[in-house]
């Protein structure tokens, strides 16, 4: 469902922030991180990214 919003609007800082979500309960989260900091790009200081950077850098070294 992502994509097909992203295909359409690939300006929308909110469907890069759900695709990001979606990648991250995937376990993929360099393509995670892509999808957040595209939606920081969009909307910088966008508070609900930047969260979720944070969760998907502390999965990252919880994984490690």
Same mark, same amino acid.
């Given at each position: @469902?992502? #994509?097909?919003?992203? @295909? =359409?609007?690939?300006?929308? &800082? ?5 695709? !990001?979500?979606?990648?991250t309960s995937?376990? /993929?989260?360099k %393509? @995670? %991180? !892509?999808? &957040? #900091?595209?939606?920081?790009?969009? #909307?910088? !200081?966008? %508070? ?5 950077? $944070?969760? =998907? #850098? /502390?999965?990252? /070294? @919880? $994984? /490690?």
């Amino acid at each position: @469902a992502c #994509k097909k919003c992203l @295909a =359409i609007d690939s300006t929308s &800082f909110v469907a890069w922030n759900n695709m !990001g979500s979606a990648y991250t309960s995937l376990k /993929q989260y360099k %393509e @995670a %991180e !892509g999808a &957040f #900091k595209q939606a920081l790009r969009l #909307k910088p !200081g966008y %508070e609900n990214a930047l969260k979720n950077l $944070e969760v =998907i #850098k /502390q999965n990252m /070294q @919880a $994984e /490690q």
